[in-house]
């Protein structure tokens, strides 16, 4: 088949089957009359972008405000759905424990958006996480925020199953597929992919690290980063197993790291937040962390859970992309026809669902009740023609921190 012959003609196209691509293609199958075609370079589940690497937080209560807070609640309610409808666990539900010497500006910030929106919780001393997560090394004057409505999120198997679930509500994929180009015609949009050519009247781009490949228009306003993660072997692994140890977050020593409790039966995920580089191509770039990153690693997670042995076990590196205020877009150009979603900024796999069902809306009718001003293309060219320095940020300014 050439590269020039026209192999599909569909309502809307989506290039990307990943975390947004995938919920996307959900949703327009089970909420839509339309034919809706989805677009992959690799296959159904892959270790080459930004959901793999086995799980992923999931915060209700988010410390970057009351927005994050409303679109986290709308998509645990779609998870759910998602997991009644597959008959498959994707949501561990540990909560997620936010430890950190007490008066912490991310401890204050999860306290805020718990009191405003009213969701269940616990705070803890430091006797009491002593006492209850003997896992974690705990100093005088820390203290603990349970956001008993977080968890953990099995992101391949996730992207897997909204992927079948779409399937299996008339949406086609086409795996191993990349999209070279896209150009909008007069009636629609026209993709050029490597096994040939595809008519849309709409396309929603979801690719993640490559958006500016596809979408270069955006070149100032995303850029591709390669995020890091790292798993331990502790003493003793039932410690880590989900019923006794929750998701979390910890900040000691003026270090952040996050993580997940053991999936796999030996290891678990201890993941510091160190070395996120910007990177010109996802593909390849950069692939593993050197030793000097696994003995960095190594050393802040030693010094938060004593309990682990000294060596990263497991180690990945993930693309993803990312906006200047780390605050994601979800627009649709002028013409109607390009629907974006791009710059997560490792903050937006929780949000999925619900960011999939806003992109699959603005590709139905241009318009989606939950999106919100700060995610529109206005906002980011006005953000990305602001020079840092001269910004005001106002103090409820929902700048993202990473998961
Ligand atoms: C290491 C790491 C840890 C994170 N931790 C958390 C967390 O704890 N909690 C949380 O909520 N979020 C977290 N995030 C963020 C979250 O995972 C991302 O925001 C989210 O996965 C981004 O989704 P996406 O759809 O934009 O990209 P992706 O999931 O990468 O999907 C893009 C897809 O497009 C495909 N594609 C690209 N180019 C083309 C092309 N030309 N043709 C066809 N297909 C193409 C890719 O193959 C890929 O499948 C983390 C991110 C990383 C990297």
Redesign the pocket.
Known sequence: MSAGEVIRIVDVAV???????SMALWHLAKSTGLSVLG????GPA?G????A?ES???RAANKEGALYTTAALEARALWTELERESGRQLLLKTGVLAVAPEGHPFLESTRRSISDGDLPHRFLDAAELRREYPQFAIEDGDAGVMDVLGGGLR?ELA?ATAQRAAIRRGAEILYN???LDIEESGDGVAIRTSAGMIHAQRVIV?????TT??VPELRDLVSAIA???TWFMPEDITQFAPDRFPCWMRDMDGEHA?GVPSLDGYSVKIAPTTDIEVIDDPATDPRELSREQLRECTAIATRMFPGILPEVVRSSI????TTVDHVPILDVSESGRIVI??G?????????PAYGRVLAELAESGSSPLQHPLFTLDHHRRRARARADDLVLADDYPVLQ??
């Open positions: 290039v990307g089957a990943g975390s947004m691509g677009i992959e370079q690799y892959h080459h972008s930004a959901f690497g992923r937080l999931f992101s992207v597929t990349p999209v979801t690719t993640g690290a490559w490949r596809i995020i890091p993660l996050f993930h693309p993803e992309s979603g791009a997560f900024s490792g903050n937006g796999f929780k949000f999925s990473g998961h």
